[in-house]
């Protein structure tokens, strides 16, 4: 008896929350837009595209509004008479059919660049999900580097001088992840040889990281910015074919190197993590480093190695802000995209593939307050900017999809 | 020739000699029981051969030869094995996964071969009647089978000497039976294994022979035949024990503790307490017997209000106390002997004097107004320390320095010198010495006999037979049944434990008998 009314009500609250979320598109968006207007977007990234030009999607406002408020209240309506198994699929109908019916009434009478914001939200998100990734690289190994964000910022000056004094970006790029792989290793030398707090360390590699940065910055950089601080930017480069397809194709295939080598180590710390014995070796070290000990298994090492890998990828990240996006440095200018990188880790549940996405979901909220600005809607953007926060503070208490860190997190191991 | 030799093995500990020049041989196709109470050395030494302790002197020989160990790759590579008292799975992952953990196989020169790995474990089930599923996450094993995975483990890595530690210590005693005939069938197969143990009886069951240490050291290796239980207690205690707990019949008055329909959820949300009635009268002790992790920690948890419950009712002396503080519930007469005794029992790093008072620092004549009395804290500390035996030089040092005997005692002194109806006592002698189960258990029982109701939680099932006027068997967050104790057997209590209720109770003789403990 017990359990079964305990099921109902779990189904019962979603369900109440997805018709909420019906009810508010009505409130918010259809009874404020006007009739017989329609919203354009564009599909196409620009005349220049390599891609298949495509006709842009145009609907009628007021109309598609509707349908989405009736399609969600339908689908609260169906969770509490049926109940639907995934969560995923729950917040994904809440949260698509809420931003459409948004964009739409935001775009009402005028015209948005779809593919454009899409291309730029994976751009956006690239930096974050390099910072998400070495999270989750050093904390399956128990390993927590907050620290991730001071790395990335001295890899960004690193990279940025080095290429800049050698006017060639791939020595820029090796110098911010050798920079990266050694501020890691200075940071996994701390917390497992000496056992110092592993919060403690990373914050004060943050606070040296902004110090040192904007010293040389302003005493070598400002003064001298053809010499040290002018190094331009990879280029994009279009893969033949690929780059033709409508929409995906200038969203994934007309990037720079630091955007495809992201997406290339989503894929391979996947397959290392889940699919090979190191993989393995990482997270039962993470997990419970005595079991993996007594099997013959040097926890430390292991520790020593995915640190550093961590914050080589972080380097890379950092090279991203400078030779992967503006060609210079600015003081404190990765702008805690280490932090958010981190709330991505937990977001993705401590996984590549889903650090990667919820990245993407930081990516297209920054990238849409930007465009929100443009269109000049009424609602002040940085509400928009903390939304993806709300979100991660929620699932960080556990209601939607609870996300367990591995067991050892943290902690340093002690050998008798 | 002994497949393996330890000579000499010294070890110490800061403060501690932990072995002192233990020597002991391993004949091929023998089971080894090594006896002795907690801190005799037993699992340090286990530990030394396995490589996880360097010992400070002595030699190991393996098979006649010298082996070199610095760390467990040197013993899985002599051919040692181990199966931790604390299982070394990590429950996240397949039975699969933990087995190839450390030497894994590869295909396609990169990639987890976890299919070779799974049928190997198939083949090892069938050899030694290790049944377990491959593909399972042993986080849904029960602890029996993780055992079974535990001891796979060391054969996928074709180890030929065993050691177990402590391995019945969480199993029913249907499940000892199982091991114990895995262990035979292992031995038969040309296994050679040291089972560690305190518990005499299973010595006598399965050894061919016993190495029993005391302090450090090694005081003999005798053979099953020529002993009984008394004479090993004395040779592994040292001096004279009394196996038997002393105790008159119980005199039950009214009903102190009464619990209604309780369920319980635990922090991850699972229903570990469903449906739970029962009550314990004044002068009697109700002792719950069970497995581990069926309920019984957060069916005291919710008791004692650590834990809230979802529904149901629980009077102590006809108040209710259910979903309040632990201050109003300690308040009401309740005595609270902690299952964790260093986490819910003890200020570790408090003085000695300040854990006395815990419960009561904040009354006269401990507190004067928002002023602690610290000669009267002192005076009264004292006086406890030396009516509950507390061995410590002064009151002034810190909980955390004491031996585990020493703690406990601490505990019994704060919660039994106040005036108390209702005693829970959580394990109460887990992990403590022979001496002091002794005392412990006859302050139980003469608490009982003041009239105090007495909860008695324990997993070990000579406890509650000694103790206990009642018994509730716990399986799953169920009572599966609540019997007298003076008329039934051991048996029938395990299949109580393992959730079988037979449809007609063995009768057992009746009248005046003894129980006998295994230390």
Redesign the interface.
């Given at each position: 008896m017990k359990t079964k009314t305990s099921f109902t009500r779990s189904r019962l609250i979603p369900g109440i929350v997805i018709i909420v979320t019906g009810l508010l598109i009505f409130l918010l968006f259809a009874i404020n837009t006007q009739p017989q207007v329609t919203s354009r977007f564009g599909m196409n990234i620009s005349a220049s595209s390599e891609a298949i030009q495509i006709p842009d999607l145009v609907v009628p406002a007021q109309t598609g509004i509707y349908v989405l408020a009736l399609v969600t209240v339908f689908f609260g309506a169906w969770q509490m008479a049926r109940g639907i198994r995934s969560t995923g699929a729950l917040i994904g109908i809440v949260a698509f059919s809420f931003v459409a019916s948004f964009l739409i009434w935001a775009t009402q009478g005028k015209s948005f660049n779809m593919v454009g914001m899409l291309s730029s939200s994976l751009v956006r998100a690239t930096p974050i999900a390099l910072a998400a990734l070495c999270g989750v690289i050093s904390e399956r190994a128990a390993v927590v580097n907050i620290g991730i964000e001071g790395t990335m910022l001295l890899s960004a000056q690193a990279a940025v001088i080095s290429a800049t004094v050698s006017h060639n970006l791939y020595v820029g790029l090796v110098v911010a992840i050798l920079t990266g792989g050694l501020v890691a290793a200075f940071h996994a030398f701390m917390v497992i040889r000496f056992k110092v707090n592993q919060i403690v360390s990373g914050v004060a590699i943050n606070i040296f990281a902004t110090g040192a940065t904007s010293f040389i910055s302003s005493r070598y950089l400002e003064k001298h910015t053809d010499l040290f601080n002018n190094s331009g930017t990879f280029p994009i480069i279009s893969i033949p074919l690929l780059s033709k397809i409508p929409i995906l194709g200038p969203v994934l295939f007309e990037n720079s190197l630091v955007v495809y080598l992201t997406m290339l180590l989503v894929v391979v710390l996947q397959v290392v993590l889940f699919y090979t014995p190191w993989g393995l070796r990482t997270r039962a070290v993470g997990e419970h480093p005595k079991a993996a000990d007594t099997l013959g298994i040097d926890v430390f090492f292991v520790r020593y190695v995915n640190v550093i890998i961590g914050g080589m990828i972080a380097g890379l990240g950092g090279a991203y802000f400078t030779i992967g996006s503006v060609g210079r440095f600015d003081e404190v200018m990765t702008a805690g995209k280490g932090f958010i990188g981190l709330a991505a880790m937990i977001f993705g549940k401590w996984n590549p593939v889903g650090a990667f996405t919820s990245s993407l979901i930081f990516g297209f909220t920054d990238s849409l307050q930007v465009k929100m600005q443009i269109l000049g809607t009424p609602i002040p953007s940085e509400f928009l900017l903390m939304a993806p926060y709300i979100v991660t503070m929620i699932v960080l208490t556990g209601i939607v999809g609870r996300a367990m860190p591995p067991a050892a997190d943290g902690e340093p191991y002690e050998k008798q | 020739m002994p497949v393996l030799e330890l000579k000499g093995i010294t070890k110490a500990f800061p403060g501690v000699l932990a072995n002192d020049h233990i020597s002991l041989t391993l004949e091929d196709g023998e089971i080894l029981a090594l006896l002795g109470e907690n801190g005799a050395g037993k699992t340090t030494l286990m530990?030394i051969l396995?490589g996880?302790?360097k010992p400070d002197e002595g030699e190991i020989l393996v098979r006649g030869k010298n082996a070199d160990i610095h760390?467990?790759?040197d013993a899985?590579r002599c051919g040692i094995g181990?199966v931790?008292q604390h299982f070394?799975?990590?429950?996240?992952?397949t039975v699969t996964?933990n087995v190839?953990?450390?030497?894994?196989p590869?295909k396609n020169g990169?990639?987890?071969d976890r299919e070779k790995v799974a049928r190997r474990i198939r083949e090892i089930s069938e050899q030694y009647g290790l049944e377990v599923d491959p593909n399972a996450y042993v986080k849904d094993l029960p602890v029996g089978t993780q055992q079974r995975v535990e001891i796979i483990?060391v054969l996928y890595r074709q180890a030929d000497i065993l050691i177990l530690d402590e391995p019945t210590a969480v199993l029913t005693p249907q499940e000892v039976e199982g091991l114990f005939k895995i262990l035979h069938t292992l031995v038969q197969k040309g296994k050679s294994i040291i089972f560690i143990t305190h518990k005499l009886k299973e010595v006598m069951a399965i050894a061919n022979r016993i190495t029993v240490l005391r302090g450090g050291r090694s005081v003999g290796t005798v053979l099953p035949a020529e002993m009984n239980p008394e004479k090993l207690a004395s040779l592994m205690v040292g001096r004279q024990v009394s196996l038997v707990v002393e105790k008159a019949e119980a005199k039950p008055q009214g009903m102190t503790l009464e619990v209604k329909d309780l369920?319980v959820r635990d922090d991850h949300g699972n229903?570990v307490v469903?449906?739970i009635t029962f009550e314990v009268h004044a002068g009697e002790v109700l002792g719950i017997a069970g497995v581990q992790g069926n309920g019984q920690t957060e069916l005291v948890y919710s008791l004692t209000g650590l834990l809230p419950s979802?529904?149901g009712t629980i009077h102590v002396a006809g108040k209710p106390i259910q979903n309040t503080s632990p201050r109003h519930i300690l308040e009401q007469g309740v005595a609270h002997v902690p299952e964790d005794r260093q986490k819910h029992g003890l200020v570790l790093t408090f003085p000695i004097h300040d854990n006395m008072v815990l419960c009561t620092y904040y009354l006269a004549p401990f507190a004067r107004g928002v002023v602690l009395q610290e000669q009267e804290i002192l005076a009264t500390s004292e006086k406890l320390a030396k009516q509950y035996d507390v061995r410590t030089p002064s009151v002034f040092v810190n909980a955390g320095t004491l031996s585990g005997g020493n703690q406990q005692k601490i505990i019994i002194a704060r919660e039994f010198s106040r005036p108390i109806k209702l005693l829970i006592a959580s394990q109460p002698t887990r992990g403590l010495d022979v001496g002091s189960i002794e005392y412990i258990h006859n302050r139980i029982i003469e608490k009982r006999d003041e009239g105090t109701a007495v909860l008695l939680i324990s997993s070990e099932l000579d406890e509650i037979l000694a103790l206990s006027d009642r018994i509730a068997v716990m399986y799953k967050g169920q009572f599966v049944d609540i019997v007298p104790a003076a008329s039934v057997t051991k048996e029938y209590l395990g299949l109580l434990m393992a959730g079988i209720k037979p449809e007609n109770a063995p009768a057992a003789p009746s009248g005046q008998r003894t129980i006998e403990v295994d230390l």
């Open positions: - | 530990n396995y996880l302790y760390e467990p790759n899985i181990m931790h070394m799975l990590i429950p996240v992952m996964e190839m953990l450390g030497i894994e590869v990169l990639f987890l483990k369920f229903l469903n449906n979802l529904s």
